[in-house]
């Protein structure tokens, strides 16, 4: 007759026990703050493009007809070291607004709006949770890590479903992935990821914190609002624009019209 006895675990089996299982709650935690960052700067790059579209071509505009204003008074007092300074300082004004407006141009195919769909969030929690640079064992694995996170965050904001699972797919057949054994060795690797994904989520919140302060991010937040009342901010702004651009276009013209009379 047999009698089968459980083995007990060693000390070193239930401490790693213990860690993989705090590990695991840290990855999928982490998972969600990758998740909210990076949706966060991808809703403020579509914000932006869609500001530059709206508002930036305007202020560009206003920017041009200054310069424009700027070098008549030059080119009227040829001597005059300060209107000179002016009218060059104007015109690099100009370039570079000028230069800021193209770009909003040129982007303008992509969408003002990011608006992800709940699986395409599910997914790309499963993918940072996998292969997150801050789970890596050491520095060529940390590298292959980030290249993969890198090529995940660009698939997220693409809206690219089919991608994000391309890359989880690579990831998981990689030969790569596969790991050593040994408990102490595993233990101590444990212990290292859960310090490296705690630093990595505190660096997570002080950018989020640093995006959700600025500028950009609370002039996105105020159009939203007035949005969700039926208001529109940026449309109101371009209204106000069109009127300045308006009376400086009218302003250069006068100005154009007494330079002639003056020069007869």
Same mark, same amino acid.
């Given at each position: ?19 993989? /299982? ?7 935690? +982490? #998972?969600?703050? $990758?998740? %909210?960052?990076?949706?966060? *700067? ?83 929690? /499963? ?7 801050? +789970? #890596?064992?050491? $520095?060529? %694995?940390?590298?292959?890590? *980030? ?118």
């Amino acid at each position: 007759m047999s009698i089968n006895i459980a083995r007990q675990q060693t000390p070193e089996e239930r401490e790693l026990s213990k860690k993989l /299982e705090e590990l695991l709650s840290l990855q999928i935690l +982490l #998972a969600q703050r $990758e998740l %909210d960052l990076v949706t966060v *700067q991808a809703e403020l790059k579509a914000f932006d493009r869609r500001y530059l579209r709206i508002i930036g071509i305007r202020y560009a505009e206003l920017d041009k007809i200054a310069a424009q204003i700027a070098e008549i008074f030059a080119r009227s007092s040829p001597k005059d070291h300060q209107a000179q300074e002016h009218a060059y300082g104007a015109r690099a004004q100009a370039n570079e607004s000028g230069q800021e407006s193209k770009k909003a141009l040129e982007k303008s195919v992509y969408a003002d709006r990011f608006n992800p769909s709940d699986a395409l969030k599910k997914l790309y929690r /499963e993918v940072a949770k996998c292969i997150h640079p801050d +789970l #890596a064992t050491d $520095e060529n %694995d940390r590298i292959r890590r *980030q290249r993969f996170m890198v090529e995940a965050n660009q698939a997220y904001e693409a809206g690219d479903e089919n991608r994000l699972r391309e890359i989880l797919h690579e990831w998981e057949s990689s030969p790569e992935g596969i790991k050593g054994d040994g408990v102490g060795a595993e233990l101590v690797r444990t212990i290292r990821k859960i310090a490296q994904v705690e630093e990595r989520m505190l660096t997570l919140e002080t950018t989020l914190a640093q995006l959700q302060s600025s500028d950009l991010y609370r002039l996105k937040k105020e159009v939203e609002e007035a949005e969700a009342e039926g208001q529109d901010l940026l449309a109101e702004m371009a209204s106000r624009l069109d009127q300045q651009i308006n009376d400086a276009k009218a302003h250069f013209a006068s100005l154009v019209q007494e330079k002639s009379n003056h020069d007869r």
